[in-house]
């Protein structure tokens, strides 16, 4: 089974700062996609952003963007100008192109200090 | 739409009970997925539907646990003989397409006396 790994239980972040999420991934697939969720305290699991393995370009959403290193399996998140609001557990996930099974990194919960 | 909805939100039982929970899919979502989700850790599949069939089962799934999806919409998913084990939240999530976003529900939270 393919694992996802997320190295960093905890991080924080000054409000407006720029933070990075790091998530590495162990596949022997070629064709896959990467996720990142947040999940706010009580509140349910929503996607942040998506990358297809194929596409070389890395993936941008508003203030939320990836650096995709596709040698390196490495997936991390960038998260622009941060806001009270990011403040959440945020989840790497992988899924093959082949399958339906996603599998969830252990998360890491971001604190954003105001 | 509302999005993806399950009941209960809580449920609290004694060990050895039996539990049922539900999952409302979004309604044009052909896949439905359970993921069991413990404190501190991501979410871990369960199970996995498209329509109506059951298509993959994790090795997590004991035979305690049974999931059906009749006619393609809704799924229920039951515990028998409860274990405090498996005390967690239970998550639910759909998708439909290629690309296969899920979208997941508020989950139900397990508590096993």
């Known amino acids: 089974a393919q694992t996802v790994t997320q190295s960093q239980p905890e991080m924080s972040v000054q409000e407006a700062e720029t933070v990075t999420l790091s998530c590495t991934y162990d596949?022997?697939?070629?064709?896959?996609?990467l996720f990142w969720y947040k999940q706010p305290p009580s509140r349910q699991m929503i996607l942040v952003i998506r990358q297809e393995a194929y596409k070389q370009q890395n993936a941008t959403e508003n203030r939320f963007s990836v650096n995709f290193q596709k040698a390196a399996k490495s997936f991390s998140l960038k998260i622009s100008d941060s806001q009270l609001g990011d403040a959440a557990m945020y989840f790497c996930a992988y899924r093959s192109g082949t399958g339906n099974q996603f599998y969830f990194g252990t998360g890491t919960s971001l604190t954003v200090i105001p | 739409d509302t999005g993806v909805s399950q009941d209960p939100r809580h449920k609290i039982t004694k060990r050895g009970q039996n539990v049922t929970f539900r999952c409302d899919p979004i309604?044009?979502?052909?896949?439905l997925y359970w993921y069991r989700q413990t404190l501190g850790q991501g979410p871990e599949f369960l199970t996995y539907?498209?329509?109506?069939?059951?298509?993959?089962k994790s090795r997590l799934l004991s035979d305690r646990f049974s999931a059906e999806r009749p006619k393609g919409s809704f799924s229920t998913l039951e515990i028998q003989r409860t274990e405090q084990g498996d005390s967690a939240m239970y998550l639910c999530?759909?998708?439909?397409?290629?690309?296969?976003?899920?979208?997941f529900g508020p989950g139900t939270r397990l508590l096993v006396l």
């Open positions: 309604s044009e979502h052909n896949r």
């Open positions: 999530a759909s998708g439909a397409g290629l690309w296969e976003t899920q979208y």
């Open positions: 596949t022997s697939e070629s064709d896959y996609y």
């Open positions: 539907f498209q329509n109506e069939a059951q298509l993959e």
